[in-house]
């Protein structure tokens, strides 16, 4: 199993690890690692691994093999130099990178207030991400959608979490918005993240701290994605 530190700190840049494991592809395992895995619609981080004698390895994302929530592998970029188990490293993140996908995962827990409709997937970006809604007609007050997501960015709420058990949450499908993703169970515990008193949801993403942090956004292309289906597309503002 890998530690994930950025269940606890999303602004942990790097960390000390130790490489557990070395599949035949090359991706590699660490005992914790602050690189998120690809999951709930959010990309893998990228960054670098740095060896004791220097050896840097270039990792373009960072995934959960076989769709094994409890392990995180990185894996390196082409031609990359090959680690063994037992070397130590320094883990960091691309740091820009992931700074932007926090914020605009955070904007789309604001979108999904805006639009209080079921999620049927979504996807975040670094410069845009989107919700697909239940919605079988696309919303005719765009603009007031716009204003309220950024009057809760203004509003400078608090993100904050709390963990409840997977047996908790099978009892509180409530708090579930998406109808495909399905929460992150599996592991004893489920994460829930609070954005002041206008948000809670099971999430394993990393957010903000602030919404101010997310800057002001702008909800761009709308489009039909099956009869019951809208997506909703939004970006920074700068």
Not at 44 to 67: E, F, M, W, Y
Not at 107 to 136: C, N, Q, W, Y
Not at 191 to 216: N, S, W, Y
Request: charged share 25%.
């Amino acid at each position: 199993m890998t530690t994930f530190l950025f269940r606890d700190d999303a602004y942990l840049r790097s960390t000390q690890a130790q490489v557990i494991e070395v599949l035949p592809d090359g991706s590699i395992g660490l005992d914790r690692t602050v690189f998120y895995a690809t999951s709930g619609g959010q990309p893998g981080d990228s960054g670098t691994l740095t060896g004791s004698d220097g050896t840097r390895v270039a990792i373009g994302t960072a995934l959960h093999p076989g769709g094994d929530k409890t392990r995180i592998v990185h894996v390196p970029l082409e031609g990359q130099p090959a680690l063994a188990v037992g070397d130590t490293v320094t883990a960091e993140i691309d740091w820009d990178r992931r700074y932007r996908l926090m914020r605009m995962h955070t904007a789309l827990h604001l979108l999904s207030v805006a639009i209080p409709l079921p999620v049927t997937s979504g996807s975040i970006g670094e410069d845009k991400g989107r919700l697909d809604f239940d919605m079988p007609e696309s919303p005719e007050e765009v603009a007031a959608i716009e204003a309220a997501v950024n009057a809760m960015v203004e509003a400078d709420h608090a993100v904050t979490w709390d963990w409840i058990t997977d047996a908790e949450m099978l009892a509180r499908p409530d708090l579930i918005k998406t109808m495909k993703v399905k929460p992150p169970m599996g592991q004893g515990r489920v994460r829930l993240v609070r954005i002041g008193d206008v948000d809670l949801q099971p999430c394993g993403g990393t957010h903000v701290m602030r919404t101010r942090e997310i800057g002001r956004l702008v909800v761009g292309k709308i489009e039909k994605k099956g009869k019951q289906n809208r997506r909703i597309n939004m970006h920074f503002a700068d």
